[in-house]
């Protein structure tokens, strides 16, 4: 079965840190783009972040620049997304999703997916 699964979510305080993955599992996620996605309760689902197939390109929301790093580890079939500094509007579920592209180098937070992840809650609470 071919599906991305999400680890790594929990509750942080403010300021903290936090590491999510993004794995894949019965198929190889070299070749394609991965995007980190985030919803909170009574909002719409936003992107958060993506990286491309080869790991040159990524984009990231501007609520996160500077905080969230997104990187990816091809032999490992996995794709992290490091969460620094926190906030209490981080609070939300994560989800990771894939989907490829013809050019190797190019990642998008909108458009159509063919794998979603499960999610990971993340909770930024003191």
């Known amino acids: 079965q071919m599906q991305l699964v999400e680890s790594g979510g929990g509750l942080v305080q403010p300021g903290g840190s936090l590491r999510l993955s993004c794995a894949a599992a019965?198929?190889?996620?070299?070749?394609?783009?991965v995007a980190w996605f985030r919803q909170a309760p009574g909002k719409e689902r936003e992107g958060v972040s993506c990286?491309?197939?080869?790991?040159?390109?990524?984009n990231y929301a501007d609520s996160v620049k500077g905080r969230f790093t997104i990187s990816r580890d091809n032999a490992k079939k996995t794709v992290f997304l490091q969460m620094n500094s926190l906030k209490p509007e981080d609070t939300a579920v994560y989800y990771c999703?894939?989907?490829?592209?013809?050019?190797?180098?190019?990642?998008?937070?909108?458009?159509?997916?063919?794998?979603w992840g499960q999610g990971t809650q993340v909770t930024v609470s003191s």
């Open positions: 999703a894939a989907v490829r592209y013809v050019f190797q180098a190019m990642c998008r937070m909108t458009g159509e997916f063919l794998y």
């Open positions: 019965g198929f190889t996620l070299d070749s394609y783009a």
């Open positions: 990286i491309s197939a080869n790991g040159g390109s990524t």
